[in-house]
């Protein structure tokens, strides 16, 4: 099985995984953990929530995420498990003070790299992936939150393809806490932030601004083009399924083989409205996809007049 590489990771979660691969022993792993998880902070108590717990944990356990003022996500967790506390403290200190966009790549997978599996059992290692999860989702929904704007202004560094900062998050929460409400299925699938050419801030690995307009589309990639088509009557459309481009990720393991997809968009609905809220608006239209397997999007969404203008 192909993993993500390490280097893809956090540089702190880079460390922890050389730190648990350079002991060999499994009891020294175990006790590692043990390390951690007494020196986790405390959450306070009035995060104890529902929307914070993880669900399918032997331990109760519960996870915390907010920006900080550059806008890197931060995390706190606490359980009532000394070893589920090391789990949870192992991912607060990879993750925290990262960017977003960092956060959602981080593959589920580097838990192989961490040579835990004789030290747990399957519950606990299940655990640890929901937390991972709960933390991903959280992370997106603050991105999703910090968007649609509840209080002070911000602005994110999204790149265009000149190197030139194009992105804003605006209004974005005192201190961005957002609770996601935990289902039966707390998955998130990984997105990654990277503007294209067009100056927007397109989410996913290698977009492009030529789709090819339906052409080899799977149910997936129909859904998305028919969607589109209903609620923006774009006088342009191009849905393009690069998922073959990324066959060995592991987003795309379990997913029907559509998980990567490039969207351009030309349409009046666009018409004064910045960037970030033309992306939110088809990532709005979108949910249902993202929550089912889309694992990136990258979207390129224009008006009329700039289309004509360019």
């Not at 356990?61 to 931060?74: G, H, M, P, Q, T």
């Not at 589920?108 to 299940?126: A, E, H, M």
């Not at 997936?220 to 060995?248: C, F, M, N, T």
């Amino acid at each position: 099985m192909s993993l993500q590489p390490i280097d893809e990771l956090p540089p702190k979660l880079q460390e922890i995984i050389k730190l648990f691969q350079s002991v060999q022993e499994p009891k020294a792993k175990y006790e590692q953990l043990l390390f951690y998880g007494k020196n986790l902070k405390p959450l306070d108590g009035e995060f104890k929530t529902r929307e914070n717990k993880v669900e399918g944990c032997v331990s109760q356990v519960w996870v915390r995420a907010y920006l900080d003022f550059e806008k890197n996500v931060v995390f706190e967790a606490d359980s009532d498990s000394v070893l589920t506390k090391g789990l949870a403290a192992l991912l607060v200190q990879g993750l925290s003070g990262r960017p977003v966009e960092e956060v959602l790549r981080v593959s589920p997978d580097f838990v192989l790299s961490l040579g835990l599996q004789q030290s747990l059992t399957t519950s606990r290692n299940n655990g640890f992936l929901n937390m991972l999860k709960l933390m991903q989702k959280k992370t997106l929904e603050l991105y999703m939150e910090a968007e649609k704007g509840s209080g002070a202004v911000e602005s994110t560094k999204l790149r265009d393809g000149s190197g030139e900062n194009e992105g804003k998050i605006e209004n974005l929460g005192s201190n961005g806490d957002v609770g996601a409400e935990s289902s039966g299925d707390n998955s998130v699938k990984s997105l990654s932030f990277d503007a294209k050419t067009d100056g927007g801030e397109g989410l996913g690995p290698e977009g492009s601004e030529k789709g090819s307009n339906s052409k080899a589309l799977g149910s997936r990639g129909i859904r998305v083009r028919e969607k589109l088509e209903r609620e923006l009557s774009p006088v342009e459309l191009e849905v393009e399924d690069i998922s073959y481009q990324h066959a060995g990720h592991a987003g795309v393991r379990g997913s029907n083989g559509e998980t990567h997809f490039n969207v351009k968009v030309v349409s009046k609905e666009f018409e004064g409205k910045s960037l970030v809220k033309r992306h939110r608006l088809i990532y709005n239209l979108l949910q249902d996809e993202l929550q089912s397997g889309l694992h990136a999007l990258s979207i390129v969404a224009k008006t009329l007049d700039e289309v004509d203008g360019s």
